[in-house]
């Protein structure tokens, strides 16, 4: 499937690039997060495709040092990266060196921010979810949370197979921990723990990896998005 251009989102701190993808006879866009850190050196989270026309336009930014699988499925295009920038740290998800022991993965993600970026992140690996292992982050700087696959927000339209998924698995309407997630939850209070953590933090903005980026009332969705831990 297709890559779009890499679009800046916060003028010199976050750009991003949505690539279109397929399963299921569902169409779907997936996002990569490009961060540069206060260091001047750019932090790359579940990244897309790699292409060297891509790479082009992200080495114009600044040198990559740090690529970041955020969790156990966003992982199938990280190897090309870490090729393609063998001085960056690689860093993956709990349990991910195991499912892709060809990844030259150094460190795995925790609720403490890795030296690289601690100046410009905090974090909180989610508990509750092990089939996922997701870490979530908050870029201080620019007041954005930064989600993969615990929220999605997925655009409308498209064929009936992919509407009638968005309604019964995604809420496609809205912020959402998808009914897949919640299904797969193994430790509530674990995981009432965790998104308490990351309801403190100030942010404006949502990122997330399917689809839609949430600009207005961030805070007052993600909360609406959570309602089902009081039922």
């Not at 010199?12 to 260091?39: E, P």
């Not at 996922?132 to 009936?160: A, C, K, Q, Y």
């Amino acid at each position: 499937m297709s890559s779009h251009p890499l679009t800046p989102l916060v003028p010199g701190l976050i750009w991003r690039r949505a690539h279109a993808m397929r399963g299921l006879g569902i169409d779907f866009l997936t996002h990569m997060t490009v961060v540069k850190l206060r260091s001047g050196g750019l932090w790359i989270h579940s990244p897309v495709r790699f292409d060297e026309a891509l790479k082009a336009e992200i080495d114009q930014l600044g040198p990559v040092r740090c690529i970041v699988a955020p969790n156990k499925g966003h992982h199938c295009y990280a190897g090309p990266w870490l090729t393609a920038y063998p001085e960056a740290v690689g860093v993956g998800a709990p349990d991910l060196a195991k499912k892709r022991p060809d990844l030259r993965l150094s460190r795995v993600l925790s609720s403490t921010p890795e030296p690289e970026w601690a100046e410009d992140f905090e974090q909180v690996l989610v508990r509750g979810v092990p089939q996922i292992n997701e870490t979530v982050f908050f870029h201080r700087s620019s007041r954005s949370l930064i989600i993969t696959d615990l929220m999605s927000n997925f655009r409308p339209g498209g064929n009936w197979l992919r509407r009638m998924a968005m309604r019964t698995l995604w809420s496609s309407d809205k912020l959402s921990v998808p009914l897949v997630v919640r299904l797969m939850l193994r430790d509530r209070a674990g995981f009432r723990e965790d998104v308490a953590r990351i309801s403190a933090w100030p942010f404006e903005r949502i990122l997330l990896t399917h689809e839609m980026t949430i600009e207005q009332n961030a805070a007052a969705q993600w909360r609406q998005a959570l309602a089902f831990l009081d039922k």
